[in-house]
């Protein structure tokens, strides 16, 4: 093996160079934390998954067996605005709507509402595949409207998701009767990450392509991965932990399964860096994105 070790490569995601927003697909990271229920440093997240990511580079994708970095940009982080929540929301949008295919490095969940206003305008309302512990769709977070567990409350209202063709995995958190019956009357699939350990990654698979539909009959899909789907012993470093969650072997098989849908965009959201341990979360995060770029950039 010749050229520079990837410890030493430039500090672009899995170390790109490129910066200009019309490539194949375009990385940006959204260094927002302050609508966090618990925890925050998700500030840091976009930093420490770019990080982690340059050790991804030193060969062929392992699956698809070819190189991912070439149709990709990665054009720094997003403008937000200081302890302004509103402000920022409406500044991410800005920056997200002129973008084709956005894959963004969060940052705390709240900003894939602004991600998902911007996709809508382009695609219409989109499927989601939605991995978090937690529901997301409480109507406040402790009365802050656009709070981190609000996020497809407002996406739902809003149109901007289709309900029916939206499925969450990994779930496992506690949650008001009302607050999850809403979200199921919606139409909503709700998969816990106790039937992802019982019923195992080739049923989840179906049932996730179920919701979804084919490239051909479904429509726009977009990928929401909240790192606290996986258990805190693979991703420590998040802001509201919840222990049975996904292995990270188990989150990067449902990801390989999902091969033909056709992804629009991206977000990998609470990765905070200051409870992590030995860089594991921030390089689940990494290869977790690593993954959905080899399933959304053509070869
Ligand atoms: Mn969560
Ligand atoms: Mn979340």
Redesign the pocket.
């Known amino acids: 093996m010749t050229g520079t070790p990837t410890f030493a490569i430039a500090g672009g995601f899995l170390g790109v160079t490129r910066r200009d927003p019309d490539a194949a697909a375009v990385i940006a990271g959204v260094p927002f934390d302050i609508a966090t229920t618990n925890r925050p440093g998700a500030r840091f997240g976009p930093e420490a998954i770019r990080r982690a990511s340059r050790m991804l580079v030193d060969g062929d994708h392992p699956t698809q067996r070819r190189d991912l970095t070439g149709k990709l940009a990665d054009i720094g982080d997003f403008e937000i605005a200081l302890g302004d929540v509103a402000a920022s929301l409406e500044l991410i949008e800005r920056q997200a709507a002129p973008i084709r295919h956005l894959v963004t490095l969060g940052g705390d969940?709240a900003i894939a509402l602004p991600l998902l206003r911007a996709r809508a305008r382009r695609h219409g309302p989109v499927g989601v595949v939605h991995f978090?512990?937690?529901v997301?769709t409480w109507p406040d977070s402790f009365g802050q409207p656009y709070g981190?567990g609000s996020v497809f409350y407002h996406a739902i209202r809003e149109g901007l998701v289709d309900p029916r063709r939206m499925i969450q995995v990994g779930i496992r958190?506690p949650v008001q009767k009302e607050v999850l019956d809403w979200t199921l009357q919606q139409g909503v699939s709700i998969v816990s990450a106790q039937e992802v350990h019982e019923q195992g990654v080739a049923r989840i698979v179906e049932r996730i392509r179920a919701v979804l539909g084919s490239e051909k009959t479904g429509g726009a899909a977009y990928l929401s991965f909240?790192i606290?789907?996986l258990d805190p012993a693979f991703a420590p470093g998040?802001g509201?932990p919840?222990i049975g969650g996904l292995a990270t072997w188990q989150a990067q098989a449902l990801l390989r399964g999902l091969g033909g849908l056709n992804f629009v965009g991206m977000d990998m959201v609470?990765v905070a860096p200051v409870y992590d341990h030995a860089e594991i979360t921030a390089l689940a995060a990494a290869t977790l994105v690593y993954e959905y770029l080899a399933l959304a950039l053509p070869a």
Do not use: K, V
């Open positions: 969940h978090d512990a937690h997301d981190h958190s909240d606290d789907a998040t509201t919840e609470e």
